[in-house]
């Protein structure tokens, strides 16, 4: 079993919609969370940090983490054709060395 | 302006053949990171170094060899050893000053074999 999945989609959506994206986890030891979104060919950019439990938002954006459920999510309000891209969750606890990623979810927004 | 720089973008090579990718880095960072990206995969740790001569396997390092002679160079050689090398390698470093474990990538190098 994998310590993070996370379902690939494709996730096809109208524009203005709001998206939803989820990873589940199974370390609880996990502490520090990232979303990195990822445009084809293109090294992925980091979009949203948060530790520990609770939200944080940025502009459209907002993560959200529940330690408690293993579960963390990213919403985007007002999805536009230009976040068409794959979202990668991604996670570390102080001590280790790199994070380890989800597999990533594919993202349409269709205009 | 301070980034990653990796080369080539894109690579072709045949089977049987070693092939080394360039990661260079001008952000005065001691720790740098290779990773392998499949589609469908995520991002998998193939090796990682914190300081210059010194660097660690990840999950995947056999078939890998890399080295850390100059602080802002970190070049991957993918060998002939390695079973199914066609994929995306992404290099990365720290992004922030806090050790957080956020990661800042350069653009990738896409390899293909024939």
């Known amino acids: 079993q994998k310590e993070v999945e996370q379902d690939p989609g494709p996730l096809s959506v109208p524009e203005g919609a709001i998206v939803s994206l989820n990873c589940t986890y199974s370390?609880?030891?996990?502490?520090?969370f990232m979303w990195y979104r990822q445009y084809s060919r293109k090294g992925p950019e980091l979009l949203m940090y948060?530790?520990?439990?609770g939200n944080k938002e940025d502009g459209r954006f907002t993560a959200q983490v529940d330690k408690s459920s293993k579960y963390i999510s990213l919403f985007i309000r007002d999805s536009q054709p230009s976040d068409s891209a794959t979202y990668l969750c991604?996670?570390?606890?102080?001590?280790?060395?790199?994070?380890?990623f989800g597999s990533g979810t594919r993202l349409q927004v269709q205009p | 302006d301070g980034g990653i720089t990796q080369s080539p973008k894109y690579l072709f090579r045949k089977e049987g053949q070693n092939v080394t990718l360039s990661c260079e880095q001008n952000l005065n960072h001691d720790a740098m990171y290779w990773y392998r990206q499949d589609p469908g995969q995520g991002l998998r740790l193939i090796y990682y170094s914190q300081i210059v001569n010194d660097f660690q396997k990840g999950d995947i390092a056999e078939g890998y060899s890399v080295s850390r002679e100059k602080k802002e160079s970190f070049p991957l050689t993918v060998t002939s050893a390695q079973k199914n090398p066609t994929a995306f390698y992404l290099c990365?470093?720290?992004?922030?000053?806090?050790?957080?474990?956020?990661?800042?990538f350069g653009e990738g190098s896409r390899l293909t074999v024939l």
């Open positions: 991604a996670m570390t606890t102080t001590g280790r060395r790199a994070l380890t």
């Open positions: 948060t530790y520990s439990s």
């Open positions: 370390n609880s030891a996990f502490q520090y």
């Open positions: 990365a470093t720290p992004s922030g000053t806090t050790n957080t474990g956020e990661l800042f």
